[in-house]
T-cell receptor, first 114, second 112 residues
Framework: DTGVSQDPRHKITKRGQNVTFRCDPI?????LYWYRQTLGQGPEFLTY????????KSRLLSDRFSAERPKGSFSTLEIQRTEQGDSAMYLC????????????FGPGTRLTVT | LAKTTQPISMDSYEGQEVNITCSHN???????ITWYQQFPSQGPRFIIQ???TKVTNEVASLFIPADRKSSTLSLPRVSLSDTAVYYC?????????????FGKGNQVVVIP
């Protein structure tokens, strides 16, 4: 078990460009979550997958954001036409049990939009 | 989801027991209390979860009074490496999507 991994760890992009992040959850975990964290704040929920199905999206997830989890394994989060306000840490988490709130987080991808 | 209130920050000396409090006055009957720890530039890490009375694991203890309007996370004999932000979360009974709702957390600094 190598834990949750995210790639890249850091991304600097210019405003208006598209970016894509990848998350590889713990292999047997069927639940996958994306969160966003800005400086001084706790993580905010963006979206949730159970296997390949995207079951919930936050209002924070504007139409410029899209997430996928093909085949219920890794997941990608794409941001189109990035804005400076998108600068944040994007965290992925996975879990296997529906019985508790224990989620395993990756190290995050820090996005800077210039 | 019930809102939580935590002190913004606190200091503690190395080797002491640290008690971190959280207020959740509007907690609902089905809500569980969960605590996470986050180090700089890392994702949060689950510490402990409870519903009532006392829960203990190898890392911490969680004390929940009978009215459940508050909770206390207790860390025994902290070290410098316990310096982190600690988040208290309250959520509905599991078996939903179990998404986490973090507040700003409590920055705990352990002093030598």
């Amino acid at each position: 078990d190598t834990g949750v991994s995210q790639d890249p760890r850091h991304k600097i992009t210019k405003r208006g460009q598209n970016v894509t992040f990848r998350c590889d959850p713990i292999s047997e975990h069927n639940r996958l979550y994306w969160y966003r964290q800005t400086l001084g704040q706790g993580p905010e929920f963006l979206t949730y997958f159970q296997n390949e199905a995207q079951l919930e999206k936050s209002r924070l997830l504007s139409d410029r954001f899209s997430a996928e989890r093909p085949k219920g394994s890794f997941s990608t989060l794409e941001i189109q036409r990035t804005e400076q306000g998108d600068s944040a840490m994007y965290l992925c988490a996975s879990s296997s049990s529906p019985d508790n709130y224990e989620q395993y987080f990756g190290p995050g991808t820090r996005l800077t939009v210039t | 989801l019930a809102k939580t209130t935590q002190p913004i920050s606190m200091d503690s000396y190395e080797g002491q027991e640290v008690n971190i409090t959280c207020s959740h006055n509007n907690i609902a009957t089905n809500d569980y209390i969960t605590w996470y720890q986050q180090f700089p530039s890392q994702g949060p890490r689950f510490i402990i979860q409870g519903y009532k009375t006392k829960v203990t694991n190898e890392v911490a203890s969680l004390f929940i009074p009978a009215d459940r309007k508050s909770s206390t996370l207790s860390l025994p004999r902290v070290s410098l490496s316990d310096t982190a932000v600690y988040y208290c979360l309250v959520g509905d009974s599991p078996r939903g999507n179990n998404r986490l709702a973090f507040g700003k957390g409590n920055q705990v600094v352990v002093i030598p």
